[in-house]
């Protein structure tokens, strides 16, 4: 790969091809386009992720299959980013890539949606409640032992209309992703993102790009929010430190407290028996740069082993 001393334009951009997909990649393609002055295109895909969305993905492969395909177009020179809600971006990029900017993320926090039930609370003893998310689900065990939790996947459309046909009493989802595609109304109540902590990384996009394309980066990086940038660092460094992948129910999720200190709450579950108690932490520090971000998230990560975290993380998902 060689430098590049300018940028090749129209930038273009591969994204994958669900509703969210797109308004995200076309949010983007705005943004370069209005305040930056750089004339982008999208080019859709459908990655393997996409694909077997029916199947679990912590026993496909994981969170990578949305990724790949958008890296092997910019391999081959067809597009030049890709656009990312961070939750499903890997811990660790492959060589040659790197995420050179993290917009300012949206609601972070989960969303209760139901046609019946106002909130988590107002749910009838035993009543259904659909998630595939390992970390949502032991989490919700947490909050009501009683409730019967099935399998829900698919995208937001997908999922949506399978709590219209009544094959649940209510579902968990991103707030994030349901008020990007307008769909904020279905919201009937937002968890507190301390009793239900969301993903690393969720409600935030990041932007991919090769690392060689170093204009082009210096350019786009000047989209980059701050503080969700240091943020979902941290986030994200708890996860990596514990070998993160989706077969894992950890949640990481920092905020900024008034006094301009990072607060991090992480919660580490457990894959197979879903009603083990949650081990959690909550650290918080002054955090300037990346690396004191990605230092508390180790420590965060060193809290939950030092908790009895090991004998979670080598529990395989039932
Ligand atoms: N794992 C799928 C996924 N990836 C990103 C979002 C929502 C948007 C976001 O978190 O940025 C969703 C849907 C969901 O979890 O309900």
Redesign the pocket.
Known sequence: MQSNASIVTPVVIATRESR?ALWQAEHVRDRLQQELGLPTELLGMTTRGDQILDRSLSKVGGKGLFVKELEVAMEAGQAQMAVH????VPMELPEGFVLVAILER?D?RDAFVSNRYASLAELPQGACVGTS?LRRVVQLKALRPDLRIEPLRGN?DT?LRKLDEGGYDAIV??A??LK?LGLGARIRATFDAEAMIP?A?????GLEIRADAQTLGQVVATLSHQPTWLATHAERAVSRALGGSCSVPLAAHAVWLADGRMQLDVALGHAAQPEQPLLKARLSAAVTTTEAAEALGREAAERLVAAGGAAYLAAQPA
């Open positions: 969210l809600s961070l939750k499903d949206e972070p998310s937001l999922r989802l991103a994030a992703g990007r993903a990384g969720q409600g935030a996009l």
